[in-house]
């Protein structure tokens, strides 16, 4: 059944012929004709970067709410409902906030072009603005620099994720060029938490930060982060931090923790918080075990584990294939679909060494998805034993009757994470 802000969206789709068009005059103008809430949000954490920034966003999430703040949040994109993207003091926003929210900003913007992210993400702060909290988690959602999101005069904090190759066609062909766009929601007299970079990024980042006058805490030189004896270590200028692992699985979730606790740090907040913001947090689709569901039974008949992943780049495809690396050993079957838009053969290289079979399927209802049989070819150049697989459900039948006992891993795209979920209940 569709629902009246479902509806809405539709419409918002059709107002702008281009699906990513990055500039900031649009929403400049629609936030005006709003009477400027952007001025009125909370104190601002604001979050850029290639890969983690959902996780950092999940982990300053929890330790915020556990010191008793409370905490809007803003993510993109969302997996099975719009509503995801849009926390409210803690709570997802409603039905009625979200309808009311979005007819209300399609009316003052009228006729004018506004492309869909930039009115949704309008919505969002005004939203945001009407209700009282302590926080406002801002995630970009491409770039940094000409972001909608990008409107804020003077956040609280900025952080900056690990930079790589990724949206290329938009953001430019090399790191630096990247860097320098993610570099862009630097402010004045505002500290920037950086987490660990290639050396190209982080001199074009500690460039920008010279020209705007922002204040640097960086990985490895400001702050450090690691894992000794089952626990996780934090050091910086205020002294050694002794922390439990982070619930989040993976090598990488303990430098996106890393980056996570810096900020906290930052913000004056003690060992407490910091403990229950790695303890405490929940970000699907990222080396999610799936415990429920017909996709599950169907995995379980034949005594195989389902798994579920959203990373969709070369990076990412990196820290799935360490992380799987430390989980306990099982015969491991990828289903995977993909967007053209990515690097999938770059994607699927790293995880060859982990992989007994892949399925390629296409992902329903995206019409840049590669095809099944494209993906199969990337797999193969990468290395991977792959074959076609009509769906999502044929291909979890098929590899735990093939492979019982497996390992079934769902990935290669948000948006694929996202049908599965909806899928699965």
Known sequence: MTSGSDRVLERLMALHPKIID??????????????HPERRLPPVIHVAGTNGKGSVIATLRAGLEASGKRVHVYTSPHLARFHERIRLAGDLISEEALTAELEHCERVNGSEPITYFEI?????????????????????????????????????????????????????????????????????DVPCIVGPQDDAALEEIEAQAARVGADLQVANQDWQVWEEHGRMAFQDQGGLVDLPMPRLIGAHQVSNAGIAIAALRQLGFEEETCAAAVTQAEWPARLQRLRKGPLVE???????????????????????????????????????????????????????????????????????????????????????TAAEAASVQEAVVQAAAEWPGARILICGSLYLAGHVLRENG
């Open 22 to 35: 990055l500039t900031l005059g649009r929403v400049e103008r629609l936030l005006a004709g709003l009477g």
């Open 120 to 188: 949704t993400t309008v919505a969002a702060i005004n939203a945001m603005a009407r209700i009282p909290a302590d926080y406002t988690l801002l995630e970009v959602g491409l770039g940094g620099r000409l972001d909608a999101t990008n409107v804020i005069e003077k956040p609280a904090l900025t952080v900056i994720t690990p930079v790589s190759l990724d949206h290329q066609q938009y953001l430019g062909e090399t790191l630096p060029e990247i860097a320098g766009e993610k570099a862009g929601i630097m402010k004045r």
């Open 298 to 384: 169907a995995a379980q008949a034949h005594g195989a584990e389902l798994w579920l992943d959203g990373g969709h780049n070369a990076a990412a495809g990196v820290a799935l294939a360490e992380a799987l690396g430390r989980l306990p050993a099982r015969p491991l079957v990828m289903i995977c679909g993909m967007l053209r838009t990515k690097d999938a053969t770059a994607y699927l290289t790293p995880l060859a060494p982990h992989v007994k079979r892949l399925e390629a399927v296409s992902i329903p209802g995206e019409a840049a998805t590669l095809s099944a049989h494209e993906t199969t070819l990337a797999a193969r150049s990468a290395g991977i």
